[in-house]
Nanobody
Framework: QVQLVESGGGLVQAGGSLRLSCAAS????????MGWFRQAPGKEREFVGA????????TYGDSTKGRFTIARDNAKNTMYLQMNSLKPEDTAVYYC????????????????????WGQGTQVTVSS
């Protein structure tokens, strides 16, 4: 069983930056689709960004493109989410997710396509 553990969340002023980490245990994940989602109270889960394998181009959500950057460190089995120019509307619980198996054609934006999920880390952006 693969476990995903997010870290790096916290309270930050608007305009600031945070880097979230998603540490995976159990096996390497360089060939597995992985990504980030977020969910704010009263709102549905939102796609942040993902790719299908290490080296694949990254697809970002509309609300985060240009401000957020995703990177994978295969040696550490860790996926990062660098968040810059944070806004109060970025306040949410952030989750990392991984697919069950390699897939070159799955839709990255649909949460139902992912099998493993972390417990989430809270990001709060003050005005």
């Amino acid at each position: 069983q693969v476990q995903l553990v997010e870290s790096g969340g916290g309270l930050v002023q608007a305009g600031g930056s945070l880097r979230l980490s998603c540490a995976a245990s159990g096996r390497t994940f360089d060939s597995i689709p992985m990504g980030w989602f977020r969910q704010a109270p009263g709102k549905e889960r939102e796609f942040v960004g993902a790719n299908r394998w290490s080296g694949d181009s990254i697809t970002y959500g509309d609300s985060t493109k240009g401000r957020f950057t995703i990177a994978r460190d295969n040696a550490k089995n860790t996926m990062y989410l660098q968040m810059n120019s944070l806004k109060p509307e970025d306040t949410a619980v952030y989750y990392c997710a991984a697919a069950l198996r390699p897939s070159s054609g799955m839709s990255l934006k649909e949460g139902v396509n992912y099998y493993y999920w972390g417990q989430g880390t809270q990001v709060t952006v003050s005005s």
